[in-house]
């Protein structure tokens, strides 16, 4: 599942010592910074395209 699949990716980002992007709301965490924007933005309702799943 998406869910698993994503919680494996984080699961390397934490060994390899690779940058991740995290959400302050729920600690979520991006790959790239430019996601945790658009996701943040979710949050603070100027993303008009939908909603946090949290």
Known sequence: SFSRSWD???RRWTQTGEE???CGEHGKSF???SNL???QGM???KNPI???GE
């Open 8 to 10: 494996i990716v984080i």
């Open 31 to 33: 790959s790239h910074r």
């Open 37 to 39: 924007l658009w996701h």
């Open 20 to 22: 991740a992007f995290e």
């Open 50 to 52: 939908g909603e946090c």
């Open 43 to 45: 949050h603070t309702g």
